[in-house]
């Protein structure tokens, strides 16, 4: 089943990279024909994320290899060295659509609304065709990721097609850097989440989702457990959560049902699975 899952997820961002670059193309090519930094704007959105998409699809096959000598956590961790690259590209784009949409307003440039529109709207197509492809496999997440970022993009097309319609209606122009703006906006707001949960991962940080002093007070809670250090809880890849302690103990011979009761409240109450657990004879400790 795991195996099939993969191939299942593997497939579906390979058909989400190969649409979304192929529309990219196209909608910069129209972007430059119609003048519409908003359209400009909204093929970089599809860039990045085809981008994202790829490197998700890359990340995924290269997590795929055994663990080695030298690699001995697997290759996991690709994933977030891969998106923090990904979303470094990303700041220099919204930069970049920032800057030109901003000179369009002190320097306005005529923008063909029906080229706009239409482009757009095939654009949103093509987003909700993505949409439903990546949609048809929920169990990865790489790919529940993925859709996040097209679901970012219906907004930009949905943008790109508002700046469209109300050029060709009012012909007041102003309405293609304001709404590309608007796009820079989504972009810049995805990218700094991405750039926060990789740099947690790739730093080594514990989740967010997981409290460090809670976990230790757990575990001081379990019977025959009298001290607890050397506790690190960390991400190795996105998703799977590992914790080493050293544990004081009361007895040693009742180790392997303490383990294990151990190992059952972690998974429960904090979601780790992964757990490497050193048991100590308890010292004696001076209470003053």
């Not at 529309?23 to 024909?33: G, K, M, Q, V």
């Not at 060295?81 to 700041?91: D, G, K, P, T």
């Not at 949409?101 to 093509?126: C, D, K, S, Y």
């Not at 303490?258 to 100590?280: C, K, S, V, Y």
């Amino acid at each position: 089943m795991g195996h099939a899952r993969e191939h299942i997820s593997g497939k579906a961002l390979g058909i989400a990279v190969a649409l979304t670059l192929l529309f990219a193309a196209a909608e910069f090519t129209a972007a430059l024909i119609s003048g519409s930094v908003a359209l400009m704007a909204d093929a970089g959105h599809m860039v990045t994320d085809a981008t994202a998409l790829f490197l998700a699809l890359a990340a995924q096959i290269m997590a795929r290899r055994p663990p080695t000598e030298r690699s001995s956590y697997g290759h996991g961790r690709i994933e977030a060295l891969a998106a923090f690259v990904n979303s470094l590209a990303m700041l220099g784009l919204v930069a970049w659509i920032g800057f030109e949409a901003l000179t369009r307003f002190a320097n306005p440039h005529q923008v063909e609304g029906t080229t706009v529109m239409i482009v757009a709207a095939i654009g949103l197509v093509v987003n909700l065709i993505v949409a439903w492809v990546l949609s048809r496999d929920q169990g990865s997440l790489n790919t529940r990721a993925a859709l996040v970022h097209v679901l970012g993009d219906l907004l930009g097309s949905v943008a790109a097609l508002a700046s469209g319609a109300i050029i060709l209606i009012t012909g007041w122009m102003p309405i293609d850097p304001i709404l590309s703006l608007f796009v820079c906006a989504l972009i810049l707001k995805s990218t700094l989440g991405l750039l926060k949960s990789t740099y947690r991962i790739l730093m080594e940080h514990v989740p967010d989702h997981i409290g460090f002093h809670q976990v230790a007070s757990d575990l001081r809670g379990v019977p025959s457990v009298m001290h607890v250090h050397n506790l690190h809880i960390w991400e190795t890849t996105p998703g799977h959560v590992t914790l080493t302690a050293h544990l004081e103990v009361d007895n040693l011979e009742r180790w392997p049902l303490t383990l294990q009761e151990i190992q059952g409240m972690l998974r429960e109450r904090h979601g780790i699975d992964h757990a490497t657990l050193q048991p100590e004879i308890a010292q004696a400790r001076d209470i003053t």
